[in-house]
């Protein structure tokens, strides 16, 4: 039987292979920033030893409460690297499922945009585990949050960044807990390992006949798990290009250029689910 892209123990694993291949070669588009595949791991190990810094070790729970953007990327990646499991959050709750989310899952740290620490800090009396809040964005003086340290991604991050050799995870460590929508009841955490995420991601890149020429625009929200498995963990093993960016409503998608941004819904088929129609398939 002919290898996969993800004959590896983890999406880490596929990554800093990419990386090894190309490191030049173009991983990330994200408005207008281009970051290669020896960015995103540099990005990724600049945010495991800030989170190592702030006093995060291997099993930690770590929550993900961010929009789209490169610091997701760099949150992420960089939590699997220091060893814990990142927990994700839809970044439409407020309270109620906010607040389960994080006592649930007994998250010690909560990356979050600055403009949602006034959330943060309405139930964070609630959170006896939550220790840290790693805020993206300018922080305000008088942000509300009692207890846990705040602190600026900058600052956790303004130390000393080498990192080191490259720690790469156990196939069999949970890597994402991922909660249920919660329509029938009270949203449960699914505990995914390594090895699920690489064997996920192995059957979309094999499906969809993915390969290293290929662009995929993701305007999915990372939050939620067919984003984050379409289009972060897909382009870890095939050396993809993925483009996205935060939509907005005011600024409609522009005719793209021949060649410009594609997908890839396999010889002959459709576009994949969830991708824009007006995306040019080849």
């Given at each position: 039987?002919?290898?996969?892209?993800?004959?590896?123990?983890s999406?880490?694993?596929?990554?800093?292979?990419?990386?090894?291949?190309?490191?030049?070669h173009?991983?990330?588009?994200?408005?207008?920033?281009?970051?290669?595949?020896?960015?995103?791991?540099?990005?990724?190990?600049?945010?495991?030893?800030?989170?190592?810094?702030?006093?995060?070790?291997?099993?930690?729970?770590?929550?993900?409460?961010?929009?789209?953007?490169?610091?997701?990327?760099?949150?992420?990646?960089?939590?699997?690297?220091?060893?814990?499991?990142?927990?994700?959050?839809?970044?439409?709750?407020?309270?109620?499922?906010?607040?389960?989310?994080?006592?649930?899952?007994?998250?010690?740290?909560?990356?979050?945009?600055?403009?949602?620490?006034?959330?943060?800090?309405?139930?964070?009396?609630?959170?006896?585990?939550?220790?840290?809040?790693?805020?993206?964005?300018?922080?305000?003086g008088?942000?509300?949050?009692?207890?846990?340290?705040?602190?600026?991604v900058?600052?956790?991050?303004s130390?000393?960044?080498?990192?080191?050799?490259?720690?790469?995870?156990?196939?069999?460590?949970?890597?994402?807990i991922?909660?249920?929508?919660?329509?029938?009841?009270?949203?449960?955490?699914?505990?995914?390992?390594?090895?699920?995420?690489?064997?996920?991601?192995?059957?979309?890149?094999?499906?969809?006949?993915?390969t290293?020429?290929?662009?995929?625009?993701?305007?999915?929200?990372?939050?939620?798990?067919?984003?984050?498995?379409?289009?972060?963990?897909?382009?870890?093993?095939?050396?993809?290009?993925?483009?996205?960016?935060?939509?907005?409503?005011?600024?409609?998608?522009?005719?793209?250029?021949?060649?410009?941004?594609?997908?890839?819904?396999?010889?002959?088929?459709?576009?994949?689910?969830?991708?824009?129609?007006?995306?040019?398939?080849?």
């Amino acid at each position: 039987m002919e290898a996969t892209p993800f004959a590896s123990p983890s999406i880490l694993h596929a990554l800093v292979a990419s990386r090894d291949r190309a490191p030049g070669h173009p991983c990330i588009v994200f408005e207008g920033e281009t970051l290669s595949y020896d960015a995103v791991v540099a990005l990724a190990q600049r945010w495991e030893v800030g989170l190592r810094g702030a006093g995060i070790v291997p099993g930690d729970r770590v929550a993900v409460f961010l929009e789209n953007g490169l610091e997701f990327v760099g949150a992420y990646l960089g939590t699997q690297l220091a060893g814990a499991t990142v927990v994700l959050v839809n970044t439409q709750y407020r309270q109620v499922e906010l607040r389960h989310i994080l006592e649930d899952s007994g998250a010690r740290a909560c990356v979050a945009d600055a403009a949602r620490l006034g959330d943060l800090a309405r139930v964070v009396p609630d959170l006896p585990a939550l220790a840290v809040i790693v805020a993206v964005g300018d922080v305000p003086g008088d942000h509300g949050v009692v207890g846990p340290v705040v602190v600026g991604v900058d600052a956790m991050r303004s130390g000393d960044v080498d990192a080191g050799p490259l720690r790469l995870p156990d196939a069999d460590a949970i890597a994402v807990i991922g909660y249920t929508s919660g329509t029938t009841g009270r949203s449960k955490g699914a505990m995914l390992r390594h090895r699920n995420l690489a064997a996920n991601a192995a059957a979309v890149t094999t499906a969809w006949h993915w390969t290293a020429s290929d662009r995929l625009l993701l305007m999915l929200p990372l939050f939620h798990v067919h984003g984050l498995c379409v289009g972060m963990r897909g382009d870890g093993g095939c050396g993809f290009r993925l483009c996205g960016g935060r939509p907005r409503q005011d600024q409609p998608l522009r005719r793209q250029d021949p060649g410009e941004v594609q997908y890839s819904g396999g010889r002959g088929r459709g576009p994949p689910e969830g991708s824009d129609p007006r995306a040019r398939q080849v």
